[in-house]
């Protein structure tokens, strides 16, 4: 299938999703050049992996809408329950009435062998409720950035710094595309317009809090849950933060944590090492409190690069604080009710983002002060996109 046919058919995918609010945020980002950009970096990005394995499980997640997601495959509502009280058992998750609904929302095909996404990927936002890039599609552009921000900070330790990266290429390309993707599962529009909270796995430990946003773990576990190679899975974890020399631990609990949910063993997969006393550290990495350097894991560049290449939060979630105060202050000038929460937010929030991005929207204001970004919402508005 030539590129521009796949991309056709995840397009229309998104006007197919069921759910009505699926099917809204689903036009909305199927209108977006923004979206369609995205996608077609992010299908490079793709066939760029050399791995057959990680290659096909990565346009599977990203690109097929019937796509399954593993780590939920034949889990009823006892398997949940359990999970999520080993998960507090092992102080890797806080006590909580919503944490069930909170890491296992419904899906079509909930309890089978085969459960799908609640809403295509493409349509999805890339953050939670006021978080950066959080309008249908803002998932993909968030991925593409983050991808080629990997690609770039490998060229330039390849060109600055002489670093050798052979073999770590399938590594560093394809971390960025599965780290954010539980995004799509956790992440579901409301009828208004917003979006759920975002529970927190990870627990604590003696270097303190080690809590991190689910999809962080959810993403792992279905890395893991697809037997994907486990130093991509490593790298994958190293995103929201490098291990330390001599202090893995908090890598190790999310690790742990992913396993758990994942159902399977982290040690016998070769994710995570025995160490002394029972502890359990990275493979190839010094254990616990061991500050000597007994070698240098061979996925120890990829995840330094990944760890930095998920960073377009830094920018993004101003702009996108900006933008929101930015319409909200222009709507009454085209006539747009604040107070109708979900007609403001699907009907002018969310189309003007979805076509302009917050950073851009951020610039127009800074560079021409709101008379142009209010230009730019004139064409908009008549284009009729609001």
């Not at 990203?62 to 999970?83: E, K, S, Y």
């Not at 599609?137 to 490998?154: I, Y």
């Not at 979900?342 to 008379?371: E, F, I, K, P």
């Amino acid at each position: 299938m030539t590129m521009p046919l796949r991309l056709a058919t995840v397009l229309a995918a998104l006007l197919l999703a069921p759910p009505a609010l699926a099917a809204d945020a689903a036009a909305l980002a199927g209108a977006s050049a923004l979206t369609r950009e995205a996608l077609a970096r992010l299908r490079a990005d793709v066939d760029t992996i050399h791995d057959p394995v990680i290659r096909a499980a990565t346009e599977d997640a990203l690109f097929n809408p019937a796509t399954c997601v593993a780590h939920r495959a034949n889990l009823d509502q006892a398997g949940r329950r359990a999970i999520t009280d080993r998960l507090v058992a092992e102080g890797l998750a806080d006590p909580g009435a919503g944490l069930v609904n909170g890491l296992f929302p419904a899906l079509p095909g909930e309890g089978g062998p085969c459960p799908h996404l609640p809403q295509p990927f493409a349509a999805a936002p890339g953050g939670n409720a006021g978080s950066h890039h959080s309008w249908p599609g803002g998932l993909p552009l968030h991925e593409a950035f983050n991808a080629q921000s990997a690609k770039d900070f490998a060229t330039t330790y390849r060109a600055i710094d002489g670093v050798g990266l052979d073999g770590q290429d399938d590594l560093i390309a394809a971390a960025p595309l599965w780290h954010d993707w539980a995004k799509a599962l956790l992440f579901v529009w409301r009828p208004d317009g917003g979006l759920p909270p975002e529970a927190s796995l990870g627990g604590h430990g003696p270097d303190g809090d080690y809590r991190t946003g689910a999809h962080h773990i959810l993403g792992l576990a279905e890395a893991m849950a697809r037997r994907l190679p486990a130093d991509l899975v490593i790298v994958q974890a190293c995103a929201h933060q490098a291990p330390e020399r001599g202090k893995p631990d908090r890598l190790v609990h999310w690790l742990r944590a992913a396993a758990i949910i994942a159902r399977v063993d982290p040690v016998a997969a070769g994710y995570l090492a025995p160490a002394q006393a029972g502890d359990l550290t990275l493979p190839g990495m010094a254990p616990p409190g061991v500050t000597e350097i007994v070698g240098v894991p061979r996925w120890w560049s990829a995840c330094l690069i990944h760890a930095q290449s998920d960073h377009n939060w830094v920018y993004a979630e101003p702009a996108v604080e900006d933008a929101d105060a930015l319409l909200r202050q222009l709507a009454p000038r085209f006539g747009v009710d604040a107070s109708d929460a979900a007609r403001y937010t699907w009907g002018y929030r969310h189309a003007v983002l979805s076509r302009l991005g917050a950073a851009r929207v951020q610039s127009l204001a800074a560079q021409g002060g709101l008379d142009a970004l209010a230009q730019a919402l004139t064409q908009l508005r008549a284009q009729g996109v609001f």
